[in-house]
C-alpha cells in the first residue's frame, strides 16, 4: 500500500515518502519556533473533559515516534495526562493548508529527564517555570515573584508516543488524506477518503 501513489499539489506521492515528509516536518518545528507546526494544540482528556491548549513543541524523537513539551508541573494537563494518558495533537498549516491530527499516548518524564532539559533551555525562558504559584490562579504580584527553591522545582517534561497519524491536505481540485497506524507488528499506512 505505501507503494500507490497519489498526485498532491501536482507531485506524486507516496504514503511511505509522506509518512518521511511528516516527521521530517516535525523535527524542523521543533526546532524552528517561527514554524507553523511549532506551537500545535495540545489536548488530554481530564476530570473536566477534553481540555486544548496551545503548547510549543520542544522535541522529536522519529525513531521512537515521540513527541515532547516542557510544562509547569501543577498545569492541569499534567494531572490529566496522569489519570488518563490518551492524548491528542493538532498541527495546522496555513500556507500549504495541510492538517496533522496525531493519536499518542502521553506519561510525565522522569525528573532526571527533566533537569537534562531544562539545563538546555536560555536563561530567560526559566521565568516560564519559576512562579510561587500555580498555572490557573488568581494573578497577583506574589505570584509575579520566583519562587524560593531548586529552579526545576516546577519543571516538567510531557512525552507521547504517537500511534496513529491523520494527514488532510486540502486543494481547490481535490483534497486528499492519508493514515498511518503504528503497533508493534509495524505501520498501516493508508490513503482514505476526505
Aim: charged letters at 20%; proline letters at 6%; glycine letters at 4%.
Amino acid at each position: 500500500m505505501t507503494s500507490i501513489a497519489r498526485i498532491v499539489g501536482g507531485v506524486p506521492l507516496t504514503l511511505a515518502d509522506l509518512e518521511r515528509q511528516i516527521w521530517s516536518t516535525l523535527t524542523r518545528a521543533a526546532a524552528q519556533r517561527r514554524h507553523d507546526w511549532s506551537q500545535p494544540t495540545f489536548v488530554t482528556a481530564g476530570v473536566e473533559g477534553p481540555q486544548a491548549r496551545m503548547v510549543v513543541l520542544r522535541d522529536v524523537d522519529v525513531a521512537a515516534r515521540r513527541l515532547t513539551l516542557y510544562t509547569d508541573s501543577r498545569a492541569t494537563k499534567v494531572a490529566a495526562v496522569r489519570s488518563e494518558p490518551r492524548v491528542s495533537w493538532l498541527f495546522w498549516d496555513h500556507a500549504s493548508k495541510t492538517q496533522v491530527r496525531m493519536a499518542a499516548i502521553a506519561r510525565v518524564a522522569p525528573a532526571s529527564a527533566a533537569r537534562a532539559a531544562f539545563e538546555l533551555l536560555p536563561v530567560h525562558q526559566w521565568r516560564d517555570y519559576l512562579s510561587r504559584t500555580p498555572p490557573g490562579s488568581p494573578w497577583s504580584f506574589e505570584a509575579n515573584r520566583p519562587h524560593d527553591g531548586e529552579p526545576t522545582q516546577y519543571f516538567c517534561v510531557i512525552e507521547t508516543t504517537v500511534h496513529t497519524i491523520d494527514w488532510l491536505k486540502l486543494d481547490r481540485d481535490v483534497h486528499n488524506r492519508a493514515r498511518f497506524d503504528y503497533s508493534a507488528g509495524g505501520t498501516i499506512a493508508t490513503w482514505i477518503t476526505p
